[in-house]
Every structure is written in structure tokens, then in C-alpha cells.
């Protein structure tokens, strides 16, 4: 066993190096804009670039419509699935699973062929309709996870007997979904928007082929143009990511104890 | 509102259970058509078009264009960035996970790993890109430190953060903790009984793990490699962040040919959108069929 | 001669002492079961005789020769598992096999162990099978077989009948035994059903926090439990408080009713209160006549239980179960009747360890 140890040691301390590394690097990286000396000028200048805040603004708005129309999209056929059509499960999980296995550049590609201003459904014509391509493409690469997440917490809070016990006491399938369901996927819809925030947020590849000023367009440009703003914009979005991946510990976490008060 | 004394008059389905089958499928229509819109359609249009001349008449001359050099070159080298990665990946995930669940270490170090793993893959993308060119890069503080305190001059060595290796060295880090991700559950379900069995019939570590936990473990260990190799060759934002248009790459192609017609042959660019379908369907399809086999075997 | 002997074994896990001052000696052949409740410390005892945990004092010795050092690997012991641990990507007949390929013995050597082995078992004809195809009993034996293929000097069986159904249990702890007595090897057997021990067992330890309570055969453990845990552990026991009136006569007072006692009278202490044991089967509905000791009651309980009715008296603080057959032909008496109930002197049992004023 101590052999096991030792070598378990020595694993562990290696990856940490490698690991640790590139975030401390960046971040020293970061505070060296002023020659000879450490600072956060770096951070002031992106924090105070009129372009990081817009781009951050519209990839925050976007993020914040994609939970909620995927969300409105997800749920209730997350519902329908579980309670009334069982056999279109296997269909829906496989659509739910082809964005893990067919790669946004592909899709994105189809997007610009099929949507573009030839075509029946013309949406990348205006900059408002290529908006809601956009979010219609961040609500597909989103999908795996939150249908997931909803699923799964559909599945332990018994939606049949809850559904049952609505309808006896007269509930209409709308009041039943926002009243009943709703309330008590709690955590598994907030889970899912953060995680949707950290994804879209950082998105790059769909966001600069359609051309659509969102943050990840934005930091590319940064990095190809300035030396120590991309690092301060990294450990920016690191922290950000960071700090949504640990709100959903907690709520993961907390979880038993939301439910048990739910009742 | 919900009202005490319910119509059933209406055709609501939620109280209509004998007529479900005809409308339940209401229910999932909005979803099937955003599928439809957005997965399927799109990715039919390229597949179909593959098969298609400019004037949509069906052909196999696309195809065979895909062998043209520069393109047989260009899925060449991600072939090669993708497996290295994922093998790469694989390995020092597996022995990464086994540290963390079999390794005798304290107990708070698991949590930490798995927060960690479950975190890191969201790094990757451009910012992944600026970290490694503020670690390696030519004006990075790990090159600044190897020359100031070991006198080595990295970049007169040939290394270049901006090239096949140093892409390979960005990869793992969103590689190595999926695998870990992946691989920890599945040794949890190597049960300590069969290790003391193993023992006490005599074997050491070597026979445990050559004749119990391997043969075990591999459809795992194949299968993510395979994940962790469709992950790799998908990947667009860390490469083009980290290497620009340098790397010959088929999503850097892509990314090019979408951009603006680079290949002045529309088709062409499905005909690769095809491959590059094929290669990551197949891969998903092998792991599938292997975690399968897992489950029916090992119950 | 003790084969083997386990020396003032300890261990502790951070602040628990779980196994406390562990002495026993087991001859060769032997079947010894550990018998206790969760957490008395039998699977740990168990666990360190196998060499899965390390005493922290006291050896072990196999045979005369000192194994506390030795790995697990190094012990040539056989063990069974609660969960079998049988090797998924195995068929049976490898299974069985692995100790002997670990010990590179020649292909042919290995095929004809095997086959006598599911032969002792009973299962010739699932060697081609994987343990996933086969009932938890099926898995168990194969287990068994596995363990004694390389032929052990000592065979550990850690609860391994605790997984199944209760007819299964009752036929193949008969079939352990079995092949044990056939193949005459030293067996230690950890279980909490004392059921189980009682029936197999050559002889029983029973163990309670930690430490030894009482070692015997299965009916010195029954009929003279010498602490009141091995008596209310080991089969169903009324427990009875009683005042000593005179210690050298052996008179007790049981709620206001005189009785005797004419075993263990030098553990009796005059004018104090004590605990006193009584078996169900000792106590007979009645006047047993003379000689024999005598409480009045009434019937404040009756258990149909198929062969067995289960009836309890109440005194006035105290309450006697007493079982009687089944019998078809007289329906059980009924609720809140006066009865009178009879048992012999000599099973009135002294507890040690609760005299109180």
C-alpha cells in the first residue's frame, strides 16, 4: 500500500503542475502590463473597454434567453416524455445526444446554407434574425445537458403521482407544469443555466461564423491584438466559469434539502 | 386558476386518458420541430450535399476530390492531433483517476479531483489558448524561467507552443479530466472484494489488474478514447485561438471554407463536412456499443 | 495441538477499539464460528487472520509458524466472501482455476482440480458459465470452491450466507459443513445468525464490543451462557428479576413468588436483586408437581407461529415466554387466563453482572 501511495503521490503532483501552471502563469502574465512593475491595468483597460462591455452584455443576454426559451422548450417535453409517451424516449435522448457527436462547426455550417438570405427561411439577413439563430444554435449545444439535468430530476420527484394528485384536485395541465413541476426542477433548472452561461459566454465558433458580436469573437480579437489584456480577459472568464461551476456544486449539494422542504 | 369542479367537456388531453395516443404527441411537436430545424436539416443539407454537384444533380466526384492531397494531408494531421491527445489523454486520466480512487490517498483529495475535472473541459476555447501562450509561448513565463534559471533557450530547441505539439500539449488539458470524469465511476465499480480475493488466492497487484480489472476496465478504456478522439477532432476554438490558420486542421479548413469559399467548390466543403461527420459518429458509435457490452456482461 | 492460534489480537480504527485482547486457539479440522452482533468485531478479527488488516498488537500463528507479517498473498489461506466475489469476466471453471494459474501449476494439474472441485460442489456441468448466469447460492458454492482449490491451511468464510434467501441458507451452510468434514480443514465461520452457528459450528465464540463473552460448544453456549449477553444473543431467553432471600439455599423472589435456584448459587448475593435466565423450552403450562419450581400468572400473549405456539405469562413486573407444539387437536388457551406455569431448578439460570441495590 505505501508503494501505491508514493506513486499516487507523485501522479497527482505532476498533473497539479500541469494543471496549476497555465493558470498562474496567465495570471502573472496578466499583471504585467506595466513594465517592472505588477498591476491591474491590464484588468481596468478590458474592464473599461467600451467593446468588452457590450460584447459581455450581448453574450450575457443571449445566454440569459437561451436558458429561458431552452427551458420553456426542454421541460415540457422533458414532462410529455416521462408521463405520456414513454416509446418516443429512446427518440428524443439520440436528438438530445447529436449535439455531443456532431460537431458545432458542422452545424453551423448547415446553419449558414440552409438559413441563408436565399433561402425559404432567411434568417441570416438581418442582424436581429441572426440573433436568434444564434440562440436557437447555443439552445441546441445546450441541449444534452439540460435535457439531462431535467430529466434526471424529473425522475426523483415522481412526476406521475405528483401529475395524479394535481389533476384530482382539478388542475389543468398549464397550472399543473408552472405550479406543480416547475417549483420542484428548481435545481436542476438553475443547475443547467449556469452551465449554459459558462458555455455560452466562452462560445467562439458559431458566434464568429455567423458574425454576431458576442464575447467570444471578441476575445479572439483582443488576443490577436494586444499582449497582456488576453490574459486578464482569460482569468476573467476562468473566474466566471469557475464561480457558475461552483454555484452547481452547491446546489448539487444542497440539493436533498431543497426538495424535503419542497413537501 | 385552477377550478374544484373540472369540466371534462374539453379534449385536454392530461384528463382525455383513453384518447392520449392521438394527441400526446402534441406535447414533444415543439421540440421535434426544433430539432428538425436545427440538428436535422442542417446536417442533411451537407450530408445530401456531399453527394451533389453545383447543379444538384448527384454525384460521386466530391468524394473523390477528398482525396486530393491537401485534404488527405489536412485530416492527416488531425487525425494524428486527436489520437495522440486522446491516447495521451486516456493514460495519464487513467492513472490521474486511479490516484484519486484506489491511490491510498486522504480522503478530501477525490472531491477535489472531480470539482476539478468537472470544471476544466469548460477552459477550453480561446482562453485555453491565451494560457498556454502565457505559460509557453515565446514570451511565457515558464520559457522566461527556463532561460533565466537553467540558461535554456526553449524556442532555439525547436519547441513552439504555436505547433502540432505544443496543440496536442492544450488539448489534454480538457482531455485528461474527462477521462477522469469518465474513468472514476468505473473504477468505483471495481469491487474491493475482488482485489482481496485476488490476493488471497495468491496474486499480486500484476494478476489483479492483468486478469480481473482490465479485462474489466477495457471497453471503458477503449471507448473514452474514442470520445476523448471525437472531442479532439471537433475542436475549433482552441486551435484557431492557439495557432491561428498555422495548423492544417479539417475544422480550421472549415472554418475557412464557411468563412469565405477558400475551396471555391461549395460541394467540396460538404464532402468534408461528411468526413468529418463520419469520423465522430463512428467514434461515438464504437463507445456506445462498448459501454453497452459493459453493462450486459458485468452486471 | 492448536493450529491455529490468534494471540491477544487489537485493533483499533481512530478512537474505536474494535477488537480488544483476542485470544483463542483452534485444532486442526475445526470448525469455529465467530458469532456476534454488527459492530462486535468479528469481521475485523476475521480480516486480520486473513491478512487484510494489520493488528495493531498480538500474532498470529498457522501451523506454529508466525504469519503476522505475511501479506495476504503470502498466507495460503482460503476465503469466502458475503458477496462472493466472484470474478465477472470469468467463467466458473477460471474462476476455480485462478489460484492454481497464479501458482503456474501445468494446464493439466489445473483442469483436473477444477473438475473435482465442482464436483465437491456440485456443479460439474456450469463450468463453462459466468457467475452472472448463475443464483447467488450457485455463486456462493463456486466461491467455496475457488477459495479451496489451492488447497488452504485455513478456509474463512466471512458471513457468507448473510446475501441469500432463508431456504437457501439452511441447505448450503448443511453443504459447507459437508465439504469441510470431507476435506477435514480448518475453518473459521463469522456470522450473526446464531441459528446458523449453533447448527455447524464445532465450537462458538461469541463476541460482544470488541471482546470474547464466552467460548464452547453449541450446547455449553445454549444451556450455560455464562454473561447475559451470550444468553440473550443465542436463542430467545426470559430475562427475570429477582430479590435473593438466602443466598447458600438458592431462594429467590420473583414478584412476590417464591422460587429456587440450584445452579450457580455462588454467584447469588443475599437481600440483593439480580437477573436470572429461563429458556421458553424449560417452561411448561401447569403444575409441574413437586421439585419443581412454580409462578402464577396470566396470559397476556399468544403467537401462533405454524409448529410452534408461543405464549407469554405476566407476573407482575416480570413476563415468561414459554413455546409450546402445535397441536391440532387443542385450540391455544386463551387471553387473560390464570395460569400456572412450571420449570425445573436447575434452569433457572444466575446472570452475572446485575446486582444492584
Same mark, same amino acid.
Given at each position: 500500500?505505501?508503494?501505491?501511495?508514493?506513486?499516487?503521490?507523485?501522479?497527482?503532483?505532476?498533473?497539479?503542475?500541469?494543471?496549476?501552471?497555465?493558470?498562474?502563469?496567465?495570471?502573472?502574465?496578466?499583471?504585467?502590463?506595466?513594465?517592472?512593475?505588477?498591476?491591474?491595468?491590464?484588468?481596468?483597460?478590458?474592464?473599461?473597454?467600451?467593446?468588452?462591455?457590450? =460584447?459581455?452584455?450581448?453574450?450575457?443576454?443571449?445566454?440569459?434567453?437561451?436558458?429561458?426559451?431552452?427551458?420553456?422548450?426542454?421541460?415540457?417535453?422533458?414532462?410529455?416524455?416521462?408521463?405520456?409517451?414513454?416509446?418516443?424516449?429512446?427518440?428524443?435522448?439520440?436528438?438530445?445526444?447529436? @449535439?455531443?457527436?456532431?460537431?458545432?462547426?458542422? *452545424?453551423?455550417?448547415?446553419?449558414?446554407?440552409?438559413?441563408?438570405?436565399?433561402?425559404?427561411?432567411?434568417?441570416?439577413?438581418?442582424?436581429? !434574425?441572426?440573433?436568434?439563430?444564434?440562440?436557437?444554435?447555443?439552445?441546441?449545444?445546450?441541449? @444534452?445537458?439540460?435535457?439531462?439535468?431535467?430529466?434526471?430530476?424529473? $425522475?426523483?420527484?415522481?412526476?406521475?403521482?405528483?401529475?395524479?394528485?394535481? /389533476?384530482?384536485?382539478?388542475?389543468?395541465?398549464? =397550472?399543473?407544469?408552472?405550479?406543480?413541476?416547475?417549483?420542484?426542477?428548481?435545481?436542476?433548472?438553475?443547475?443547467?443555466?449556469?452551465?449554459?452561461?459558462?458555455?455560452? #459566454?466562452?462560445?467562439?465558433?458559431?458566434?464568429?461564423? *455567423?458574425?454576431?458580436?458576442?464575447?467570444?469573437?471578441?476575445?479572439?480579437?483582443?488576443?490577436?491584438?494586444?499582449?497582456?489584456?488576453?490574459?486578464?480577459?482569460?482569468?476573467?472568464?476562468?473566474?466566471?466559469?469557475?464561480?457558475?461551476?461552483?454555484?452547481?456544486? *452547491?446546489?448539487?449539494?444542497?440539493?436533498?434539502?431543497?426538495?424535503?422542504?419542497?413537501? | 386558476?385552477?377550478?374544484?369542479? $373540472?369540466?371534462?367537456?374539453?379534449?385536454?388531453?392530461?384528463?382525455?386518458?383513453?384518447?392520449?395516443?392521438? &394527441?400526446? &404527441?402534441?406535447?414533444?411537436?415543439?421540440?421535434?420541430?426544433?430539432?428538425?430545424?436545427?440538428?436535422?436539416?442542417?446536417?442533411?443539407?451537407?450530408?445530401?450535399?456531399?453527394?451533389?454537384?453545383?447543379?444538384?444533380?448527384?454525384?460521386?466526384?466530391?468524394?473523390?476530390?477528398?482525396?486530393?492531397?491537401?485534404?488527405?494531408?489536412?485530416?492527416?494531421?488531425?487525425?494524428?492531433?486527436?489520437?495522440?491527445?486522446?491516447?495521451?489523454?486516456?493514460?495519464?486520466?487513467?492513472?490521474?483517476?486511479?490516484?484519486?480512487?484506489?491511490?491510498?490517498?486522504?480522503? &478530501?483529495?477525490?472531491?477535489?479531483?472531480?470539482?476539478?475535472?468537472?470544471?476544466?473541459?469548460?477552459?477550453?476555447?480561446?482562453?485555453?489558448?491565451?494560457?498556454?501562450?502565457?505559460? *509557453?509561448?515565446?514570451?511565457?513565463?515558464?520559457?522566461?524561467?527556463?532561460?533565466?534559471?537553467?540558461?535554456?533557450?526553449?524556442?532555439?530547441?525547436?519547441?513552439?507552443?504555436?505547433?502540432?505539439?505544443?496543440?496536442?500539449?492544450?488539448?489534454?488539458?480538457?482531455?485528461?479530466?474527462?477521462?477522469?470524469?469518465?474513468?472514476?465511476?468505473?473504477?468505483?465499480?471495481?469491487?474491493? /472484494? &475482488?482485489?482481496?480475493?485476488?490476493?488471497?488466492?495468491?496474486?499480486?497487484?500484476?494478476?489483479?489488474?492483468?486478469?480481473?480489472?482490465?479485462?474489466?476496465?477495457?471497453?471503458?478504456?477503449?471507448?473514452?478514447?474514442?470520445?476523448?478522439?471525437?472531442?479532439?477532432?471537433?475542436?475549433? %476554438?482552441?486551435?484557431?485561438?492557439?495557432?491561428? =490558420?498555422?495548423?492544417?486542421?479539417?475544422?480550421?479548413?472549415?472554418?475557412?471554407?464557411?468563412?469565405?469559399?477558400?475551396?471555391?467548390?461549395?460541394?467540396?466543403?460538404?464532402?468534408?463536412?461528411?468526413?468529418?461527420?463520419? #469520423?465522430?459518429?463512428?467514434?461515438?458509435?464504437?463507445?456506445?456499443?462498448?459501454?453497452?457490452?459493459?453493462?450486459?456482461?458485468?452486471? | 495441538?492448536?493450529?491455529?492460534?490468534?494471540?491477544?489480537?487489537?485493533?483499533?480504527?481512530?478512537?474505536?477499539?474494535?477488537?480488544?485482547?483476542?485470544?483463542?486457539?483452534?485444532?486442526?479440522?475445526?470448525?469455529? !464460528?465467530?458469532?456476534?452482533?454488527?459492530?462486535?468485531?468479528?469481521?475485523?478479527?476475521?480480516?486480520?487472520?486473513?491478512?487484510?488488516?494489520?493488528?495493531?498488537?498480538?500474532?498470529?500463528?498457522?501451523?506454529?509458524?508466525?504469519?503476522?507479517?505475511?501479506?495476504?498473498?503470502?498466507?495460503?489461506?482460503?476465503?469466502?466472501?458475503?458477496?462472493?466475489?466472484?470474478?465477472?469476466?470469468?467463467?466458473?471453471? /477460471?474462476?476455480?482455476?485462478?489460484?492454481?494459474?497464479?501458482?503456474?501449476?501445468?494446464?493439466?494439474?489445473?483442469?483436473?482440480?477444477?473438475?473435482?472441485?465442482?464436483?465437491?460442489?456440485?456443479?460439474?456441468?456450469?463450468?463453462?458459465?459466468?457467475?452472472?448466469?448463475?443464483?447467488?447460492?450457485?455463486?456462493?458454492?463456486?466461491?467455496?470452491?475457488? %477459495?479451496?482449490?489451492?488447497?488452504?491451511?485455513?478456509?474463512?468464510?466471512?458471513? @457468507?450466507?448473510?446475501?441469500?434467501?432463508?431456504? #437457501?441458507?439452511?441447505?448450503?451452510?448443511? /453443504?459447507?459443513?459437508?465439504?469441510?468434514?470431507?476435506?477435514?480443514?480448518?475453518?473459521?465461520?463469522?456470522?450473526?445468525?446464531?441459528?446458523?452457528?449453533?447448527?455447524?459450528?464445532?465450537?462458538?465464540?461469541?463476541?460482544?464490543?470488541?471482546?470474547?463473552?464466552?467460548?464452547?460448544?453449541?450446547?455449553?453456549?445454549?444451556?450455560?451462557?455464562?454473561?447475559?449477553?451470550?444468553?440473550?444473543?443465542?436463542?430467545?431467553?426470559?430475562?427475570?428479576?429477582?430479590?435473593?432471600?438466602?443466598?447458600?439455599?438458592?431462594?429467590?423472589?420473583?414478584?412476590?413468588?417464591?422460587?429456587?435456584?440450584?445452579?450457580?448459587?455462588?454467584?447469588?448475593?443475599?437481600?440483593?436483586?439480580?437477573?436470572?435466565?429461563?429458556?421458553?423450552?424449560?417452561?411448561?403450562?401447569?403444575?409441574?408437581?413437586?421439585?419443581?419450581?412454580?409462578?402464577?400468572?396470566?396470559?397476556?400473549?399468544?403467537?401462533?407461529?405454524?409448529?410452534?405456539?408461543?405464549?407469554?405469562?405476566?407476573?407482575?413486573?416480570?413476563?415468561?415466554?414459554?413455546?409450546?407444539?402445535?397441536?391440532?387437536?387443542?385450540?391455544?388457551?386463551?387471553?387473560?387466563?390464570?395460569?400456572?406455569?412450571?420449570?425445573?431448578?436447575?434452569?433457572?439460570?444466575?446472570?452475572?453482572?446485575?446486582?444492584?441495590?
Amino acid at each position: 500500500m505505501k508503494r501505491t501511495r508514493s506513486f499516487s503521490w507523485i501522479v497527482m503532483a505532476v498533473c497539479a503542475i500541469y494543471f496549476l501552471t497555465p493558470l498562474i502563469c496567465t495570471f502573472e502574465f496578466s499583471l504585467r502590463l506595466k513594465r517592472g512593475v505588477y498591476s491591474f491595468a491590464a484588468y481596468e483597460n478590458v474592464l473599461g473597454d467600451s467593446h468588452f462591455q457590450a =460584447s459581455f452584455l450581448y453574450s450575457t443576454v443571449l445566454s440569459v434567453a437561451t436558458i429561458v426559451f431552452g427551458t420553456l422548450l426542454v421541460v415540457p417535453t422533458a414532462y410529455w416524455v416521462q408521463l405520456r409517451l414513454p416509446r418516443f424516449r429512446p427518440v428524443v435522448e439520440f436528438l438530445t445526444l447529436m @449535439p455531443l457527436v456532431i460537431p458545432a462547426i458542422i *452545424l453551423v455550417f448547415g446553419y449558414v446554407r440552409i438559413y441563408n438570405s436565399s433561402s425559404i427561411v432567411p434568417m441570416t439577413s438581418a442582424s436581429w !434574425s441572426t440573433d436568434v439563430l444564434l440562440g436557437c444554435s447555443y439552445i441546441t449545444l445546450a441541449l @444534452p445537458y439540460m435535457y439531462r439535468a431535467i430529466d434526471t430530476g424529473l $425522475q426523483s420527484i415522481d412526476v406521475k403521482t405528483l401529475t395524479e394528485a394535481a /389533476e384530482s384536485l382539478g388542475a389543468k395541465w398549464p =397550472s399543473i407544469l408552472f405550479g406543480v413541476i416547475l417549483p420542484n426542477l428548481r435545481v436542476a433548472i438553475i443547475s443547467s443555466a449556469f452551465l449554459t452561461f459558462a458555455t455560452v #459566454i466562452g462560445e467562439f465558433t458559431i458566434a464568429s461564423l *455567423l458574425d454576431r458580436p458576442a464575447f467570444g469573437p471578441y476575445l479572439q480579437l483582443v488576443g490577436a491584438n494586444r499582449a497582456y489584456e488576453p490574459s486578464a480577459l482569460a482569468v476573467i472568464t476562468f473566474l466566471i466559469t469557475w464561480g457558475c461551476m461552483g454555484v452547481i456544486q *452547491l446546489l448539487g449539494r444542497g440539493r436533498r434539502g431543497i426538495s424535503a422542504s419542497a413537501y | 386558476m385552477t377550478q374544484v369542479f $373540472q369540466e371534462t367537456a374539453s379534449p385536454n388531453p392530461a384528463l382525455a386518458p383513453t384518447r392520449a395516443p392521438s &394527441w400526446a &404527441w402534441l406535447g414533444v411537436a415543439p421540440f421535434m420541430v426544433f430539432a428538425l430545424l436545427f440538428l436535422i436539416l442542417p446536417t442533411l443539407h451537407l450530408v445530401v450535399g456531399a453527394f451533389q454537384d453545383a447543379d444538384g444533380n448527384f454525384t460521386l466526384h466530391n468524394i473523390a476530390n477528398l482525396f486530393q492531397p491537401q485534404i488527405v494531408a489536412s485530416f492527416w494531421v488531425t487525425i494524428q492531433i486527436s489520437m495522440i491527445s486522446a491516447v495521451g489523454g486516456a493514460v495519464i486520466g487513467f492513472l490521474l483517476a486511479y490516484a484519486g480512487v484506489m491511490g491510498g490517498l486522504p480522503r &478530501w483529495v477525490r472531491p477535489v479531483l472531480m470539482t476539478f475535472s468537472g470544471v476544466a473541459p469548460n477552459f477550453a476555447g480561446i482562453p485555453l489558448a491565451f494560457a498556454f501562450l502565457a505559460t *509557453l509561448g515565446r514570451t511565457g513565463l515558464i520559457t522566461a524561467l527556463l532561460f533565466n534559471v537553467f540558461g535554456f533557450k526553449l524556442y532555439d530547441h525547436g519547441f513552439n507552443i504555436t505547433t502540432f505539439w505544443g496543440l496536442i500539449l492544450a488539448y489534454l488539458y480538457f482531455q485528461i479530466p474527462l477521462m477522469v470524469l469518465i474513468l472514476v465511476p468505473a473504477l468505483d465499480g471495481l469491487k474491493r /472484494e &475482488w482485489r482481496e480475493a485476488s490476493d488471497i488466492l495468491g496474486g499480486g497487484a500484476w494478476h489483479f489488474w492483468r486478469y480481473v480489472a482490465i479485462p474489466i476496465l477495457w471497453p471503458s478504456l477503449v471507448g473514452t478514447t474514442l470520445l476523448l478522439f471525437a472531442n479532439a477532432f471537433g475542436a475549433v %476554438a482552441t486551435a484557431y485561438g492557439l495557432t491561428g =490558420s498555422g495548423i492544417n486542421l479539417v475544422t480550421i479548413m472549415l472554418f475557412a471554407q464557411i468563412r469565405g469559399d477558400v475551396l471555391h467548390d461549395q460541394n467540396l466543403g460538404y464532402a468534408i463536412s461528411l468526413g468529418m461527420v463520419v #469520423i465522430t459518429v463512428l467514434s461515438n458509435l464504437i463507445y456506445i456499443v462498448l459501454r453497452a457490452r459493459t453493462r450486459r456482461a458485468f452486471r | 495441538m492448536a493450529f491455529l492460534e490468534l494471540e491477544n489480537l487489537q485493533k483499533t480504527f481512530g478512537a474505536n477499539n474494535v477488537v480488544q485482547g483476542f485470544d483463542l486457539s483452534v485444532a486442526q479440522g475445526e470448525f469455529v !464460528s465467530f458469532l456476534g452482533p454488527s459492530g462486535c468485531g468479528k469481521t475485523t478479527t476475521l480480516r486480520m487472520v486473513a491478512g487484510f488488516e494489520h493488528p495493531d498488537a498480538g500474532c498470529i500463528r498457522i501451523g506454529g509458524k508466525d504469519v503476522t507479517g505475511l501479506r495476504a498473498n503470502q498466507r495460503h489461506i482460503g476465503m469466502v466472501f458475503q458477496s462472493y466475489a466472484l470474478f465477472p469476466n470469468m467463467t466458473v471453471a /477460471e474462476n476455480v482455476a485462478y489460484g492454481l494459474k497464479i501458482a503456474r501449476r501445468p494446464a493439466a494439474e489445473i483442469r483436473q482440480r477444477v473438475e473435482e472441485m465442482l464436483a465437491l460442489i456440485k456443479l460439474p456441468a456450469m463450468a463453462q458459465r459466468y457467475p452472472h448466469q448463475l443464483s447467488g447460492g450457485q455463486q456462493q458454492r463456486v466461491a467455496l470452491a475457488r %477459495a479451496l482449490s489451492v488447497n488452504p491451511q485455513v478456509l474463512l468464510l466471512d458471513e @457468507p450466507l448473510s446475501a441469500l434467501d432463508a431456504k #437457501i441458507r439452511i441447505s448450503l451452510r448443511e /453443504e459447507i459443513r459437508a465439504v469441510q468434514r470431507k476435506l477435514g480443514i480448518t475453518t473459521i465461520y463469522v456470522t450473526h445468525d446464531q441459528e446458523e452457528a449453533l447448527s455447524i459450528s464445532d465450537r462458538i465464540v461469541v463476541m460482544n464490543e470488541g471482546r470474547i463473552d464466552q467460548v464452547g460448544t453449541p450446547f455449553e453456549i445454549y444451556n450455560r451462557p455464562r454473561t447475559r449477553f451470550v444468553a440473550s444473543f443465542v436463542g430467545t431467553l426470559n430475562i427475570l428479576q429477582g430479590q435473593v432471600l438466602d443466598a447458600a439455599g438458592g431462594r429467590i423472589l420473583i414478584d412476590g413468588q417464591e422460587v429456587q435456584v440450584t445452579r450457580g448459587q455462588s454467584d447469588l448475593a443475599s437481600g440483593k436483586i439480580q437477573a436470572f435466565a429461563l429458556r421458553p423450552e424449560a417452561v411448561t403450562l401447569g403444575d409441574g408437581g413437586v421439585g419443581r419450581n412454580r409462578l402464577r400468572g396470566s396470559i397476556d400473549q399468544v403467537s401462533f407461529l405454524g409448529s410452534v405456539v408461543r405464549i407469554r405469562v405476566k407476573l407482575k413486573d416480570n413476563a415468561i415466554l414459554l413455546d409450546t407444539f402445535n397441536n391440532p387437536g387443542v385450540a391455544p388457551p386463551e387471553f387473560g387466563r390464570e395460569v400456572d406455569v412450571n420449570f425445573g431448578t436447575e434452569d433457572l439460570l444466575v446472570l452475572d453482572g446485575a446486582g444492584r441495590d
